[in-house]
């Protein structure tokens, strides 16, 4: 099986199928993700709060992401491996974005590059895709704009679902080879999902869409504090790995390890 390229995800669309996404940073993830089967890896500016230790996403820059991405593009044979344009690096006109975009698939090895916002960025995109880089948009609860937005919300509620929707036509009628929707009423995220042909996903946003994502990390059970509704945990990381150190801690302390065997 090679790599998961566009036409595959567009195929689970038409087909009624469907595929999963996660963020990746880093080696050994890309790695163990990518064998998994998990179609779309994610170098999400998610890093700068899983990774880089921020409270939100938006102090992460293009040059603390590329070595990152490419770590993980390194790392994965077969997902199709899409990176984030962190907040500042394509807002200001599509030269900016044409330019940002061409460091993650020249530095960061992408195949592929996010970015958030509705209808407004239809020019970007339509910029980016003539460049030859493919586009995935991010609409609805979008995190860059956090203070814009008034905190975490849900976006597309009611009245607003149209508004969703005339994004999403939009950027696809630009050349958006998916969509992605956070934080979206799950009837929402429907009627998006129906309005374009392009592959959906979603989290946070039901189970209408192609795809669904999550932050590796709250899958996984690594991070501590509150979840989000939307985060499923699969795993306790956290737990697994404080046991860990604290057994080796003890046993260092002790002087039980290293024993005869770790020895020469
Ligand atoms: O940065 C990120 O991890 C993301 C996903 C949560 C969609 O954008
Ligand atoms: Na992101």
């Known amino acids: 099986t090679g790599r998961v390229r566009l036409h595959h995800l567009q195929q689970a669309k038409a087909n009624g199928a ?11 993830t890309a790695e163990i993700f ?15 709060n899983n990774v880089f230790g921020n409270e939100t996403s938006l102090p992460v820059t ?26 500042g690096s394509y807002e200001i006109s599509a030269e900016q974005a044409v330019a940002t975009g061409v460091r993650f698939l020249k530095e960061g090895l992408a195949q592929a590059v996010k970015i958030e916002g509705g209808a407004y960025y239809a020019p970007t995109v339509r910029a980016m895709v003539q460049a030859g880089i493919p ?5 609805g609860f979008t995190p860059q704009s956090e203070h814009a937005l008034g905190g975490y919300r849900v976006q597309g509620r009611g ?7 005339d994004d999403a036509v939009a950027l696809v009628d630009a050349g958006a080879f998916s969509v992605l929707m956070e934080m979206v009423p799950a009837e929402t995220a429907a009627a998006v999902d129906a309005a374009i ?28 504090g509150k979840m989000a509704k939307f985060v499923k945990q699969y795993a306790d990381l ?20 290293p024993g005869p065997e770790h020895s020469f």
């Open 18 to 28: 469907r595929f999963a996404m996660l963020t990746a940073y880093e080696q050994y």
């Open 34 to 48: 990518d064998q998994a089967g998990v179609e779309v890896l994610l170098v999400g500016d998610s890093a700068s």
């Open 62 to 87: 293009v040059d603390e992401l590329l070595p990152l991405c490419r770590a993980v593009a390194r790392s994965a044979k077969r997902a199709l491996i899409v990176a984030d344009l962190p907040f």
């Open 135 to 139: 586009v995935m948009a991010h609409i």
């Open 159 to 165: 009245d607003d679902a149209q508004r969703l929707i």
């Open 197 to 224: 042909k392009v592959p959906t996903i979603g989290i946070g946003a039901g189970n209408a869409t192609t795809g669904q994502v999550l932050v590796w990390q709250d899958m996984a059970g690594l991070r501590g």
């Open 238 to 257: 956290r737990g697994i790995l404080s046991e860990a150190a604290r057994s080796y801690a003890d046993e260092v302390r002790s002087g039980s390890f």
